[in-house]
């Protein structure tokens, strides 16, 4: 079973995939089981700066500024933590999920630079739709495994105030920037330049999916996004 669903593959287009959305909308939750399950490649921009954060270096206390305040990371400086992982990936992986980026228009033409020049990639986007009052709600009871290597997600309100990871036994803490005020500015950022970004791509012929996940559970959650990647993408 397992052998044909790796022969299947092998006749998939080749893809990167975008996941634009607000915080707490599901972006994480869903490249992880993409990666679980599909063996996608899976970069998270946010879990990379959190990543150097945590090892000190002079990089990570200069990202530290930005992300503590809610702010942008530069573009230049985002887009070449990018192009370094693409072209690290793109020999071995099917599908380049991008949890994250682009999230400015510059952002996304450095993008659409790389996937032409790096890769035989497909692009394409998938915008995923939330509240903004659920969106708090979520991140103020979410919970993150200190574990770099882990990161899994959980919430106060489903599990209850656990303490320990499930998976890797590490401790579990709150994220330094899911607070209101700092999620609010995450959110007024986010929505600063969403329009740009999809005129953006409309422009350039990127095909955009809208994924509104709000009302659904994880496995409808998971079921969905599989239809609507099966549907494919447009070629740059
Ligand atoms: P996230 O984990 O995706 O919520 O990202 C956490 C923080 O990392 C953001 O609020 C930004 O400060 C920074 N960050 C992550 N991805 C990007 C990006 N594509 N461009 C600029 N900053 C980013």
């Not at 593959?9 to 939750?29: D, M, N, R, W």
């Not at 033409?109 to 939330?130: A, G, N, W, Y």
């Not at 350039?204 to 239809?227: A, C, I, N, P």
Request: glycine residues 4%.
């Amino acid at each position: 079973m397992q052998d044909d669903k790796a022969m299947m593959q092998q006749f998939l287009p080749k893809e990167v995939i975008s996941f634009l959305g607000p915080p707490g909308a599901g972006k994480g939750t869903i490249a992880q089981e993409r990666a679980h399950n599909q063996n996608a490649a899976v970069l998270s921009t946010g879990a990379l700066c959190r990543h150097h954060i945590q090892t000190q270096s002079e990089l990570g206390k200069a990202l530290d500024a930005y992300i503590s305040q809610g702010h942008l990371v530069p573009d230049e400086l985002i887009s070449s933590m990018v192009r370094q992982w693409l072209e690290e990936k793109q020999q071995s992986s099917r599908e380049m999920i991008l949890d994250g980026y682009p999230r400015t228009v510059v952002q996304a033409e450095h993008l659409i630079k790389m996937v032409s020049e790096l890769t035989d990639c497909s692009l394409r986007v998938v915008l995923f739709e939330i509240s903004p009052e659920v969106i708090i709600d979520r991140l103020t009871s979410r919970l993150m495994c200190s574990n770099k290597a882990c990161q899994h997600v959980y919430s106060i309100k489903k599990e209850g105030m656990i303490t320990q990871c499930k998976k890797c036994d590490h401790v579990l803490e709150r994220r330094a920037d899911d607070n209101v005020s700092v999620i609010k500015e995450r959110l007024l950022v986010y929505e600063k330049h969403k329009e740009a970004l999809l005129a953006y791509y409309r422009q350039h012929q990127v095909k955009v999916d809208y994924f509104r996940v709000e009302t659904l559970t994880f496995s409808q959650m998971f079921e969905q996004f599989d239809g609507l990647i099966n549907k494919g993408a447009s070629r740059l």
